[in-house]
């Protein structure tokens, strides 16, 4: 079956520090790739996805590049602020049609930024 | 434009008894999908509606159930409640059957006891 791990947290850095977060994934077929953060006290929001190999996904500062060859999809952001603290997921979908939105997700990183 | 909601936000019970999760999903969404997070990792998938059907089921035995209405909000139950329930139940609705790009309410805190 699907399978995402990520790295464990909790990471914490200094503002406009470098953030890179490991997630390798085990699917089938072609997968769609998403990461998802949770701010504190807010419910899980869609930060970026990628639908096919090589594709890179970008939002707020925050990219992740789909590589097929090594089953990644690493978030990377290159100067972090406090307001980016938070417990972000990485996740999978099948794109199988019948899968539904069925979503394979990994266990979760807590990011802390500290000014 | 109104969000995912869900209620009750938190609740207790005790294990045997029966549960039900409500979730409004977002204006113009049609399908809606439920997860169940326990402390300290990701969502689990536990089922879809998708046109007031289930269309997608994750591992998850038959106590759990669900329904969704014309108006596209469901409801979550869980039927002889284990002190394994005890999660977080996080609805999320979606423009399509298929996408992948969910949005997520808050959840509701189930406490088994």
């Known amino acids: 079956g699907n399978s995402v791990t990520q790295m464990e947290g909790p990471v914490t850095l200094s503002e406009e520090a470098f953030l890179t977060i490991n997630c390798t994934y085990t699917a089938t077929g072609y997968p769609s790739l998403f990461w998802y953060v949770q701010y504190p006290g807010e419910g899980l929001q869609l930060l970026l996805k990628?639908?096919?190999?090589?594709d890179k996904g970008s939002n707020k500062g925050f990219e992740a590049t789909y590589r097929k060859e090594t089953t990644s999809f690493h978030l990377e952001k290159g100067s972090v602020q406090v307001s980016d603290s938070a417990v972000y997921f990485c996740a999978l979908s099948s794109g199988i049609k019948a899968a539904g939105n069925k979503l394979t997700f990994g266990g979760g990183t807590r990011v802390l930024v500290k000014p | 434009e109104t969000g995912v909601t869900q209620s009750p936000t938190h609740l207790i019970k005790t294990r045997g008894q029966q549960v039900t999760l409500r979730c409004s999903s977002q204006?113009?969404?049609?399908?809606v999908s439920w997860y169940q997070q326990a402390l300290g990792q990701g969502p689990q998938f536990i089922f879809q509606?998708?046109?007031?059907?289930?269309?997608g089921r994750g591992n998850f035995p038959p106590r759990f159930s669900g329904l969704q209405f014309p108006n596209y909000s469901s409801e979550l139950n869980v039927n002889a409640l284990e002190l394994d329930d005890s999660a977080l139940y996080l609805c999320?609705?979606?423009?399509?059957?298929?996408?992948?790009?969910?949005?997520f309410g808050e959840g509701s805190r189930l406490t088994v006891l």
């Open positions: 999320a609705s979606s423009l399509g059957e298929n996408t992948g790009e969910l949005f």
């Open positions: 204006s113009g969404h049609n399908t």
């Open positions: 509606y998708y046109r007031e059907e289930e269309n």
């Open positions: 990628a639908t096919k190999a090589d």
